[in-house]
């Protein structure tokens, strides 16, 4: 008999997670402990030197954490994956598990502000050199290149551009040097985008976004899809006795996960950055219904786009699918099922009014969150981008009257009555 | 008789066989063959070493060759490379094995072709022990996509 392949909405649910052997329960049991005893001195030895696979200390791995990482694992098509506290956890430990003092990082220029920092400042501290690059430019990718570059690295949707990246020709340029692509896939979700599917070699969520889905958890992950050639030469440490774990060489040994083993054993063991057993069954619970909030995110905000862009009192809308919009032909090739929930739109007025429009709206959420249930809303020229002047915010991508909206899943005519009463409001 | 790589038919080989002579192993703790070695033993398989360097290793009589071995063999698992595989896969039809399993990272046709004439299961590329964790239950502990998808109550496997 073959091996049936499962439907992607079968995954959510199923993937990761049989009835628990010791009780049968149905539900992922939470496994609320942060040690495992031993059977004897010898099973101890055994487990330490990973000759046994089993938990240890909850740090390193934990039942209910791992069928987290299996289910995204699964739903990302990818083999195996280790789950971090946060979204920026999960990306730092998959770095720190490629790149070491000395070594250089190509990045798209246009991320997550927090991505931004890390790489610019904290991993400048470490020794990490990162060089940003237009992220519409394979070209440029490949112009940045040296020697010791050890990862190439973009998001899918661009937060807050909402610019769509050419997975397949990053990968390309990754490739042709020999090291992988690494893409945070947060706002595109496994639903819309399967990076893996366009040679993309390591996946980043942070899964306190679409995953969990209803801004109730902090977590990430970290997802490798098994295929990247980790003897070619430019990766010893996957490949040389490792001095964080007393010898083993990791893809030898391990194969095919043998990236998510190291960064479990050696970074993710000693940065200590784990996600807790309740946050990743709340998470579970969330990915239960990713395939049935995906659709309805990305309907409504397309909506949206649609009648902000008739709108008298709005100056632009930028919605990846949107007709004419820049990034819709590679929308449409890498997020045929929708372009997500977030769209943002200038209104007319510039900063006051749009201050005045976050003022004057009624159930939609002012606050620094993205992928919530819950429709939220965001003024970034008064908020996350306040301290920079005007041309500083230029620069990132931030206009003064740029408001950014993350579509929830409420009554789609009650999201737009809301935002046309706050429009009007912000005109007066 | 052929070349296996479906869970279910990996599922079986990993049920019938119950000797397995693992041509390769090391007694150095740390390298890979030891490894999967000692968890298969652990599994409740008989581990029969194959190494002239040894006389014993995880505490079983350690042979020269395959066809040194006195008793039946079920599976006969290579650490070696993979142009060794050819005379390996000679020796696993002559000893009367029922399954040749090349290790991560080796693959050879000419060998397997050998093997599956004679009727026996051929596994290439795939290690035991992480085909055995994947399958019997344990390896869900690494976060591995195991591609198991059932609602039935796993007996306790350890």
């Known amino acids: 008999m073959a091996d049936r392949k499962f439907g992607f909405d079968t995954l959510c649910l199923h993937a990761g997670q049989i009835p628990d052997a010791a009780t049968g329960a149905r539900a992922q049991p939470i496994y609320q402990t942060t040690s495992f005893v031993f059977d004897s001195a010898d099973h101890a030895a055994s487990l330490f030197n990973l000759q046994t696979f089993g938990n240890v200390y909850s740090r390193i791995s934990n039942p209910t954490v791992a069928a987290l990482e299996e289910r995204v694992a699964a739903l990302e098509g990818g083999r195996a994956a280790l789950a971090a506290a946060t979204g920026m956890a999960a990306q730092m430990v998959a770095l720190l598990t490629l790149a070491r003092h000395g070594d250089h990082i190509v990045s798209a220029r246009t991320l997550y502000g927090g991505t931004y920092s890390q790489f610019a400042v904290t991993f400048a501290q470490f020794g990490i050199d990162a060089t940003f690059v237009d992220a519409d430019d394979p070209a440029a990718f490949r112009a940045a290149l040296k020697p010791n570059t050890k990862l190439v690295y973009a998001e899918t949707i661009g937060n807050p551009q909402l610019n769509v990246c050419d997975i397949d020709a990053l990968a390309e340029v990754a490739h042709g040097a020999g090291i992988p692509l690494v893409i945070d896939s947060t706002l595109a979700s496994p639903y819309l985008c399967r990076p893996f599917e366009h040679g993309a070699d390591i996946v980043v969520h942070s899964a306190t976004k679409y995953l969990g889905g209803h801004g109730t958890t902090m977590g990430g992950i970290v997802v490798e899809s098994g295929k990247f050639p980790w003897d070619n030469g430019n990766f010893p440490q996957m490949t040389e006795p490792s001095r964080g774990y007393h010898g083993v060489r990791f893809y030898e040994t391990f194969g095919d996960f043998g990236f998510t083993m190291k960064a479990r054993m050696e970074t993710m063991r000693t940065l200590g950055a784990t996600l807790s057993p309740l946050s990743a069954f709340l998470l579970l619970q969330g990915i239960e219904t990713l395939h049935v909030r995906m659709p309805r995110h990305c309907e409504s905000a397309l909506a949206v786009a649609r009648h902000l862009a008739a709108h008298p009192a709005v100056e632009w809308v930028n919605y990846p699918l949107l007709a004419g919009n820049r990034y819709e032909t590679l929308a449409r090739k890498y997020l045929p099922r929708g372009a997500g929930g977030i769209l943002t739109f200038g209104v007319k007025g510039g900063a006051k009014a749009g201050e005045k429009f976050i003022e004057s709206v009624q159930f939609l959420s002012h606050l620094a969150n993205v992928g919530d249930a819950k429709t939220l809303v965001i003024h970034p020229a008064s908020t996350t981008h306040r301290q920079l002047s005007d041309d500083e915010q230029r620069a990132a991508g931030v206009t003064p009257e740029m408001i950014r909206l993350s579509i929830g899943l409420e009554t789609l005519d009650d999201i737009v009555w809301d935002i046309d009463q706050a429009l009007a409001q912000s005109q007066k | ?158």
Request: hydrophobic share 45%.
């Open chain 2, 1 to 158: 008789m052929a070349t296996v790589d479906d869970i279910s038919g990996l599922r079986g080989i990993l049920t019938r066989t119950h000797v397995i002579a693992v041509v390769g192993l090391s007694a150095n703790w740390y390298r890979p063959s030891y490894f999967a070695a000692k968890y298969m033993q652990e599994h409740g398989y008989r581990i029969v070493p194959v190494n002239p360097n040894y006389t014993d290793v995880l505490g079983e009589t350690c042979y020269p060759d395959v066809a040194s071995i006195p008793g039946k063999v079920d599976m006969v698992d290579c650490f070696r490379k993979s142009d060794e595989m050819p005379a390996l896969a000679r020796e696993a039809v002559a000893k009367g094995a029922k399954v040749l399993w090349m290790q991560l990272g080796i693959r050879n046709d000419e060998a397997a072709k050998i093997a599956a004439d004679a009727g026996l299961d051929v596994v290439q590329n795939r290690c035991m022990k992480i085909e055995h964790a994947r399958i019997m239950g344990g390896l869900n502990w690494a976060g591995v996509n195991t591609g198991v998808i059932s609602a039935r109550r796993p007996v306790a496997n350890r």
